[in-house]
């Protein structure tokens, strides 16, 4: 599977500030690129690639959210994000919808 242009683009900026949250939590690039490296690895359980299937995900905004969603594309799969504050119809229509 050929790189996303967007991991390429991280890879050049390794030690630059990716994610700023909370109370001066900053993350770099380098361990975005490493979190979702993991999470797309254990994503894949030995396949090859995902063949764009629809992973559906929830996560407050900030490092973990942007880690589940890279790590979907890196694997070749879609991210579906489902918001927190969804309703359980909500979350049952978009999962229906999506094919997550």
Do not use: C, K
């Amino acid at each position: 599977m050929q790189e996303l242009p967007l991991i390429a683009r991280a890879r050049d900026h390794r030690d630059r500030i990716a994610i700023r949250s909370g109370a001066h939590q900053d993350h770099r690039y380098r361990e975005l690129l490493e979190a979702s490296a993991l999470l797309a690895f254990q994503l894949l359980a030995g396949a090859a690639d995902l063949a764009e299937a629809r992973i559906a995900f929830m996560a407050p905004a900030g490092f973990a959210w942007v880690v589940m969603q890279w790590a979907i594309w890196r694997a070749g799969g879609i991210a579906i994000p489902l918001a927190l504050s969804a309703t359980r119809p909500e979350i049952e229509y978009v999962l229906s919808d999506s094919q997550a």
